[in-house]
């Protein structure tokens, strides 16, 4: 049996978990009281990292009454200077605590020469950072049994000396270490449309295979160019799009990603159960 094959069975072995959203903290009562409307939550991991008491009693009582699934944004797997095995170790822990069905992290980096960016940054597209890419991997998943996910980022630039465009780059980060694809399909439309090419095109080069979880939010246009703020409803080309995806990847789970700008709890459910009905309709869950 070969690697790829390995790999994609281990992939699709993942539990089917619906569709859900990015928890955020103003909607937990009412969340709470609404939970039959959500599949799971996904919980930013590193907010739970030193965590005090009383945050760490939020995510047990979370933990009661939806499947969690921890995204972390600052383990840096694109430093060359290798990762922060303190944090590392935290995580792992926060990890063997909450035996979620996967995690997921971003292809880029937060670190670089002793500098916190405080927010994950593209990659150049070269061999080199592939390569420091798939030494971080190994090195995580030595420390982390569960299965790990990576999340495509969004840039307004590309760096120079590209040896590669995007999809080939994340092909090749994720053909080494088993890893699924975490794909943020606003930030593929973002990026394809402010770089003057085609969404569908890009999506097509993309291993749509490891696809196991779906980000999808909302964003707007400023002097131009688009901007992926979370902060709006899910524009109709990212739906459109979502629901290709959809079709085409054998998808575990779809998550809305709302920060700013909340409006009530009952817009966000119905987003919500606008993604599980394309789940229905491509009949990847009941």
């Known amino acids: 049996m070969g690697r790829k094959t390995e790999i994609t069975n281990l992939l ?3 539990p089917r978990i619906g569709a859900g959203l990015a928890y955020r903290e103003p909607f937990r009562d009412e969340l709470l009281q609404k939970q039959s409307e959500v599949d799971f939550i996904e919980i930013i991991g590193d907010h739970y990292l030193d965590a005090p ?5 939020e995510l047990a009582l979370l933990g009661e009454h939806f499947t969690l699934v921890p995204h972390f944004t600052n383990l840096s797997l ?10 590392l170790e935290k995580i792992a822990s926060l990890i063997k605590r909450l035996n979620p069905p996967w995690w997921s992290e971003h292809i880029g980096f937060t670190r670089a020469g002793g500098v ?4 994950p940054a593209p990659l150049p597209f070269t061999q080199e950072a592939v390569d420091v890419m798939k030494q971080n991997i190994v090195t995580t998943r030595r420390a982390i049994a569960a299965p790990l996910i990576l999340e495509n980022v969004c840039s307004p630039f590309v760096w120079p000396g590209a040896e590669m465009d995007e999809p080939a780059f994340i092909s090749e980060v994720l053909g080494f ?9 606003t930030n593929l439309f973002t990026h394809a449309t402010n770089h003057g090419l085609p969404p569908a095109g890009c999506l097509d080069r993309l291993p749509l295979d490891r696809v196991v979880q779906v980000h999808f939010s909302g964003g707007h246009e400023r002097e131009g160019r688009l901007i992926e703020s979370h902060a709006q409803p899910v524009a109709e080309a990212v739906w459109q799009l979502l629901d290709t995806v959809v079709a085409r990847a054998p998808v575990r789970c779809l998550c809305l990603e709302r ?7 009952a817009e966000v459910l119905w987003e919500v159960e606008r993604a599980r009905a ?5 009949r990847r869950w009941n």
């Open 53 to 57: 008491p009383e945050r760490m009693d």
């Open 12 to 14: 699709a072995n993942l």
């Open 259 to 265: 920060d700013d700008n909340l409006p009530p709890l």
């Open 177 to 185: 270490g088993g890893c699924g694809l975490l794909l943020d399909v």
């Open 278 to 282: 394309i789940g229905r309709q491509h």
């Open 116 to 119: 916190n960016l405080g927010h």
């Open 78 to 87: 694109g430093s060359a200077e290798g990762l922060d095995q303190v944090y």
